[in-house]
């Protein structure tokens, strides 16, 4: 996808839960979000803006520490997976769930990291937050920036 545009945010709990909660009626921090700028009304006429991807590094921090991984490999999986929604990925059923966690771990590996928790390479799993960047019926309350 060349000529792509995408908004990356690292910020705190106190923002990523605003933001949680104004688009997904969610009112708790979460790790990532991901908001789509090729969805809804305007989805076809966003030029090259793919849209944005939300990471709270203190969530990152935590979910680092208590699966024995650094933080940078932390928020580059998150960012992986915030990416992938972004494409249209989702996880709303275990067979996408499986595809999902396999591409998001090809991503991985493509930025140069193998993952590696307590001496053995990473277990996908999906991150918190993050909800499909596609039109569904799965995405409700989904936000979408302006």
Not at 1 to 21: F, P
Not at 27 to 34: C, E, F, K, Y
Not at 99 to 120: D, H, I, S, V
Request: charged letters at 30%.
């Amino acid at each position: 996808m060349g000529n792509c545009e995408v908004s990356i945010l690292l910020t705190d709990d106190d923002q990523i839960q605003a933001l949680n909660r104004q688009y997904r009626s969610i009112n708790r921090p979460t790790d990532v979000l991901a908001f789509s700028q090729r969805e809804g009304e305007l989805g076809d006429a966003e030029g090259g803006l793919l849209g944005d991807i939300v990471v709270s590094v203190p969530t990152a921090r935590r979910q680092a520490s208590a699966s024995a991984r650094d933080v940078a490999s932390e928020v580059t999986w998150l960012l992986a997976h915030g990416l992938l929604h972004l494409l249209g990925w989702d996880h709303d059923t275990p067979s996408r769930d499986r595809r999902m966690r396999l591409k998001t771990e090809r991503l991985f590996a493509a930025a140069g990291l193998r993952e590696q928790r307590a001496g053995r390479p990473h277990k996908a799993r999906r991150p918190s937050g993050v909800k499909p960047s596609k039109p569904s019926s799965s995405r409700a309350g989904r936000g979408r920036r302006q």
